[in-house]
């Protein structure tokens, strides 16, 4: 049996077992996820929510922006609070408050030490009693803890109305004035706040761990990290080191074996045949420039709302444009603009792999970039709407905002998007298919990217599992499927299987090497990509068992990162292989950064946050988008753009290319991004982390801390990164632009030598 076989037959075993076990724990999420009541009544049998309360509480948090305004159970925005953190310190604060009174103290915090620790001892069993009947569906709760939900409950009425009293946590929040137009809404919000709450503090059934783990870390009510939090961390980091010794172990025995291949002597891609679906695929291109700096701009915005709450720059903009909005925007344009690059490379690429143009190809890729556009405009359109509380719950959920992080789009609108990728995934696949019947030393390669095609189609249909009151914990699982597996999965795989080709193509690495490299980097990849999606998931009602499982594959994820940097210098070589390689020097170097970037950013700091130890921290704290941004932007928007270079290239095969815009511009997105992460992300996050150690999560997430001279300097310290990062996008612009509006023929390299000699 020869290598390639036994490496497909690998790579089925581990998808086949990933995914076997992933739906076995989304069975076991929704088996142990916190139950929703019935009813919530208190001893004295007065009803203080309903079911339906709770449910509509959650379509109302989604309708007005949901985890793009403060975040519930650490998913979500970073400048408000996490809603259902903030609401378990106030009610245990209000309850601890009210039984001080009664020992004739002002207040919990005017007691002894020696006091406070006997009453936060005494009403700790209260908080974490589960009084929850599954045979009625009741939660029963005293009229002591009912009167300090109530307490609760008239905050977030005033915070999330206009009352003056409450205005300057609204500035503090980011918050629009009269957020929740509707007394009733805001009831019913307070509802889904509570439940959520009640979930991070209540023990399960049998057990003395709540249902989120005993997420957050809240001091007053004792919650505090699990055993199995530091066990599973401590068993991870072992795993990791094992297999990054497997790793460089196969690495010593299998690279480099082979003789070094000779370089043709001329560009085997200059002078390629364009289709007419090729030409059509260009202006994919143009989008993903649009989309980029439209990115940047409301990125601006919605970092400055930091400091200033709802004006920009005293423009009072939360008016239009408010916070929830400018970030749901600047959070889905990230990824739309980076998959807009990937779907043309696949588009302007299928054809060139197989010299083949099917029929009315052009017209489908054209139809599919008019889809994009009525997507982009109608649902941006609908969120604005939405968070304007312009439309009514049903039509929100299916026009609207669904609230949920990166996949905010209206269910509409998600199935729309979700035909235009099938449409692609046939697009490409018929293009492909006279290449993946060819039984060549390519043909493992074309099938690899053609079933990361069917991927990349499919698997959006994730983000459709769930309803509009489906429970959170449903939620999250189907959504990671989507922002985990889908965008930094199987579009890596793609463009794995697409840069491979190129070097073949190319001449610079020979087919079965490549071939048996990509099969062997996705196996890696998939083998902790997969179950390494549950470390998103540690605290939203998952059992130990998948804290376990995620903590252990979510360390293998660092282990293809290890070697890292001599890949970094296997692509080097090839960009000085030969002299003409010098016409893609550029998409080469964006590659190089994207070795650098999936070091740093997915690597070093996304290991920092990724044990459940360090997550129990830091999730949602400024930790969080430190790896978030490296990681998207340094590896996934750098590889977009490299690829998008790459298609560039080819369309503008006989047009001079000015690389001082292109030199100018790489340098400017990766100086911006370094800045932006070392001068306010990990300073902030570290001291956020600090502030989470020693006085609770609430704290580390309150006004009280995020409102500080100290962490105003740091916010204002991300202008000069985030100045070097834009001038880095409108310089990739103007380049881009000029090889349209003012197109520079490329001089024959033959008379570029005579005129040379001449002189």
């Not at 949920?404 to 235009?420: K, S």
Request: glycine share 8%; aromatic share 14%; net charge neutral.
């Amino acid at each position: 049996m020869s290598t390639t076989k036994r490496l497909w037959i690998g790579l089925a075993a581990v998808i086949f077992a990933g995914f076997a076990v992933m739906l076995w724990l989304g069975s076991d999420l929704m088996r142990t996820a916190p139950p929703i009541p019935e009813r919530v009544v208190t001893a004295s049998g007065r009803t203080v929510f309903t079911r339906d309360d709770i449910e509509t509480g959650q379509q109302v948090w989604q309708s007005m922006g949901g985890q793009q305004l403060g975040s519930v159970w650490g998913h979500g925005a970073l400048i408000a609070p996490d809603w259902s953190a903030d609401w378990l310190h106030r009610e245990a604060l209000a309850q601890l408050d009210a039984v001080a009174r009664t020992k004739g103290a002002a207040s919990f915090d005017m007691l002894s030490l020696a006091d406070k620790a006997a009453l936060q001892a005494e009403l700790r069993p209260g908080f974490r009693a589960n009084t929850y009947d599954a045979a009625t569906g009741t939660l029963t709760i005293s009229d002591a803890r009912a009167a300090a939900i109530a307490g609760v409950a008239r905050h977030y009425d005033s915070l999330f109305s206009a009352d003056p009293a409450t205005r300057d946590l609204r500035v503090a929040y980011a918050m629009k004035e009269n957020t929740l137009p509707d007394p009733a809404r805001r009831r019913e919000l307070a509802a889904f706040f509570f439940w959520t709450a009640w979930a991070t503090v209540t023990d399960r059934p049998g057990d003395m761990v709540s249902f989120t783990n005993n997420w957050p870390s809240e001091p007053l009510v004792g919650n505090v990290p699990t055993s199995g939090t530091f066990m599973w961390s401590l068993f991870s980091i072992l795993f990791m080191l094992a297999g990054i010794g497997l790793l460089a172990w196969h690495y010593a025995v299998w690279h480099g074996k082979e003789p070094p291949l000779t370089p043709p002597a001329a560009d085997p891609l200059k002078g390629i045949v364009l289709t007419p679906s090729m030409r059509a695929s260009a202006k994919y291109f143009w989008i993903v420039i649009a989309l980029l700096l439209a990115q940047i701009g409301l990125g601006a915005a919605t970092a400055h709302y930091q400091v200033e709450g709802q004006h920009f720059y005293g423009i009072n903009l939360a008016d239009w444009l408010p916070y929830s909005l400018t970030r749901s925007w600047h959070t889905q344009l990230a990824v739309l603009w980076i998959a807009t690059a990937w779907l043309g490379t696949g588009l302007y690429i299928a054809p060139a792999i197989s010299g083949h143009e099917p029929p009315w190809q052009r017209a489908g890729v054209n139809f599919l970039f008019v889809s994009l556009i009525v997507i982009v405009v109608g649902a941006f359109a609908g969120q604005w709407l939405a968070v304007m509380q312009k439309m009514g719950l049903t039509e929100n959920f299916w026009f609207g905002h669904q609230g949920w992080e990166y996949v905010d789009l209206g269910r509409f609108w998600q199935i729309y998007l979700f035909i235009g990728l099938l449409l692609w995934l046939f697009l490409v696949g018929r293009a492909l298919w006279p290449a993946i019947r060819r039984r060549d030393e390519m043909s493992s390669i074309v099938g690899l990217l053609f079933l990361s095609t069917v991927a990349i189609g499919l698997f959006y249909g994730a983000g459709l599992m769930y309803g509009a009151r489906s429970h959170l914990s449903e939620v999250e699982y189907w959504r990671w499927w989507v922002v985990h597996l889908w965008v930094e999965g199987f579009f890596e795989i793609f463009a794995v299987a697409v840069i491979s080709f190129l070097f073949v193509k190319l001449g610079l690495v020979r087919g079965r090497t490549a071939t048996v490299n990509v099969l062997f980097a996705t196996i890696v990849f998939l083998s902790g990509g997969v179950l390494g999606m549950f470390h998103h998931l540690y605290f939203v009602g998952t059992s130990m068992a998948g804290v376990a499982l995620g903590a252990s594959f979510s360390a293998l994820e660092v282990v293809p990162l290890a070697l890292i940097g001599l890949e970094a210098m296997d692509t080097w070589s090839h960009s000085r292989a030969t002299p003409w390689m010098a016409r893609y020097k550029w998409p080469i170097m964006f590659f190089l950064a994207v070795s650098f970037w999936n070091l740093v950013g997915a690597g070093l700091f996304g290991f920092l946050i990724n044990t459940p130890i360090a997550l129990y921290y830091v999730q949602g704290l400024n930790l969080t988008p430190l790896h978030g941004h490296t990681a998207l932007f340094g590896v996934y928007g750098m590889l977009g753009i490299g690829l998008m270079l790459f298609c560039l290239r080819g369309l503008r095969d006989h047009i001079h290319w000015n690389e001082g815009w292109l030199r100018a511009s790489f340098w400017c997105f990766n100086i911006g991004l370094a800045l932006m992460a070392l001068l306010t992300l990990l300073p902030m996050g570290v001291l956020q982390l600090q502030a989470a150690l020693d006085h609770g999560y609430a704290y580390a997430r309150s006004a009280a801390f995020m409102d500080r001279p100290l962490i105003h300097f740091l916010v204002w310290m991300r202008t000069p990164g985030d100045v070097v990062f834009a001038a880095g996008a409108l310089l990739l612009t103007a380049f881009v632009a000029l090889q349209w509006l003012r197109p520079i023929p490329e001089v024959p390299a033959s008379t570029a030598k005579a005129n040379e000699q001449s002189v």
